[in-house]
């Protein structure tokens, strides 16, 4: 039964990298290279998805401590550190909590801008400032914001 249920997980990350999270498209291909490749890029963006959502549960609204079940038949329940993650709807430290595809929204805000001196041939690229959310997403992945 436990091994039936870790299906829907499967098929949860696929459906979220074909639809919701990296939006892979539904194409016919024809040649052997071609299939092998979409689905190498499928495994590729799901497995690129569970890592992030792993890095990121102290940021979301996931279930960082889940339960052990007995039965496996039984429903799933949240932690205690869910539920209350999920009431407070912020971290003890004050950082809002958002839903993965809501993490992902906010980051999609920092942006790199390029910038043109008006009458000249000068330009300059200026990268917004980040909030503590969006610093904090780096900081988990351990890695620094492009500045450049």
Sequence with gaps: ???YKSLSSIERNFRSAKTVDVEIRPIRHRLADRVRTHAFICMLGAHL????????????????????????????????????????RAQP????????????????TLMRNTNKVANAAFTFDQLTEPTSAQAKAFELLGIPIPCD
Excluded: N
Aim: proline fraction near 10%; aromatic fraction near 6%; glycine fraction near 6%.
């Design 1 to 3: 039964m436990r091994t």
């Design 49 to 88: 998805t569970w890592h992030l959502r792993r890095a990121w549960a102290p940021l979301t609204f996931t279930d960082e401590e889940p339960p052990e079940r007995a039965d496996p038949v039984a429903p799933a329940t949240r932690s205690a550190s869910a539920s209350s993650k999920a009431a407070r």
């Design 93 to 108: 430290d004050g950082t809002v909590l958002r839903p993965f595809q809501g993490l992902l929204g906010h980051l999609a």
